[in-house]
């Protein structure tokens, strides 16, 4: 296993997520707990020692499922992390209440690694508002008590609202968690807010790394100029290479749903093969190629913003349509739209034209604000 240094620790590179574990019969809130021992053996046996979870996962089951596997193992074998999930505005007023039953239900009397869940345009002001909410106090007073030894925040807002978050509390977190992968890298500003982060002096926790799968199957020409360039590699490791040759990133979590994923991810993580130069570079053609087909050629030059009646920050609103447009939904545009006015929202374009006469990608503004109103619903 290669391991980095996180302060006085050595983390394993490779981290257990609890957020994709084998269930039954298909359905998700019911986790498939015998096969979720086996793993988190396999694991252990591996040298994975830094397991992350959170309170929504499985129907909220995915604590509970964890926290009975690693009862099994001496409370220094493993590094535990887990999440205040602030995606639910109902859990806002809750802090107290929820960290309390999370302790119960992964059987712990400190976590290794806590963070704010998903700092987003939705909850980015709850957060804030700690007169109102008390979560960053709440939190840090935990910190200060031995309940969390390490206090993050993992983040699939905008740039503005990692600025924003960092700002605030910038100075009392450890570490950022972000949606990084060779597709994300320019899609979703992966590269941008690594430099922020690093700016902060903030290591970086990857999530996603996989992109939901996307990256571990690509299309047969994708895979072979790959496999051109190293045979015997397999195709996912291919994304795990990439995020190992970022400087700025100590572990990357895994959500493997079986046990065959989880071995294989292990042999990837004996031994460190950082990708060259011209690897690299066709990992990142492969990005844009995957991309070029379904997403819109915005460049953000805004000329669309100042002829727009209705005042939509159109490039914004076109990021987003094709985040959802990609993925093929998901629950990113849909929780940044949340944070919009109604006044705002694709919906509330006027169908003028205005701004496709002035846009110098000649996109069809109008149809696809119309197309992303008919697939939000």
Same mark, same amino acid.
């Given at each position: 296993m290669i391991y980095r240094d996180?302060?006085? @620790? =050595?983390?394993?590179? #490779?981290?257990?997520?609890?957020?994709? *574990?084998?269930v039954i019969? &298909?359905?998700?809130?019911? !986790?498939?707990?015998? +096969? !979720?021992?086996?793993? !988190?053996d396999t694991a252990m046996e591996g040298g994975i020692n830094y397991y992350d979870t959170a309170w929504g996962y499985h129907g909220e089951n995915s604590e509970t499922v964890l926290g009975k596997a690693l009862a099994r193992y001496p409370r220094d074998r493993y590094y535990l992390a887990t999440k205040f999930p602030g995606y639910d505005p109902s859990n806002w007023a809750k802090v107290e209440e929820i960290f309390n039953r999370q302790l119960e239900? #992964?059987?712990v009397g400190y976590f290794d690694f806590y963070l704010f869940h998903n700092v987003c345009e939705?909850?980015?002001? +709850?957060? *804030?508002d700690d007169g109102k909410y008390g979560i960053y106090s709440y939190l840090m007073e935990q910190k200060r008590n031995g309940r969390i030894?390490?206090? &993050?925040?993992?983040?699939?807002?905008k740039i503005d609202v990692l600025n924003r978050f960092l700002d605030a509390y910038g100075k009392d977190m450890e570490f950022c968690q972000l949606q990084v992968n060779y597709l994300d890298w320019t899609f979703q500003d992966g590269r941008e807010k690594i430099e922020i982060l690093k700016k902060h002096g903030l290591p970086v926790w990857v999530m996603e790394p996989l992109r939901g799968g996307a990256l571990a199957k690509l299309s047969p020409e994708h895979e072979e100029k790959l496999k051109a360039l190293r045979p015997d590699e397999e195709i996912p490791a291919w994304a795990f290479r990439f995020l190992l040759s970022i400087p700025e990133v100590v572990t990357i979590l895994s959500g493997m749903s079986n046990e065959e994923?989880? @071995? =294989?991810?292990?042999?990837?993580f004996k031994e460190e093969k950082p990708l060259s130069y011209d690897e690299m570079k066709t990992l990142? &053609? @492969?990005?844009e190629e995957m991309l070029a087909g379904k997403t819109v050629p915005c460049t953000a030059c805004h000329y669309c913003v100042s002829h727009c009646p209705q005042g939509l920050d159109i490039p914004n609103l076109i990021s987003l349509y094709n985040e959802h447009v990609y993925t093929g939904g &998901?629950? #990113?545009a849909p929780m940044a739209l949340s944070a919009l006015p109604e006044d705002k929202k694709p919906q509330a374009c006027l169908q003028c034209g205005n701004c496709e006469l002035v846009c110098p990608q000649q996109i069809k503004i109008p149809e696809i604000m119309e197309d992303f109103t008919k697939k939000l619903g």
């Open positions: 996180f302060q006085d @620790i =050595k983390l394993s590179a #490779l981290s257990f997520g609890a957020m994709r *574990l084998p019969d &298909g359905d998700d809130s019911r !986790v498939d707990e015998d +096969a !979720v021992l086996r793993m !988190v239900k #992964l059987q939705m909850n980015i002001d +709850a957060y *804030l030894r390490h206090l &993050g925040f993992s983040c699939h807002g994923q989880l @071995i =294989k991810n292990l042999e990837t990142f &053609g @492969i990005a &998901g629950f #990113l």
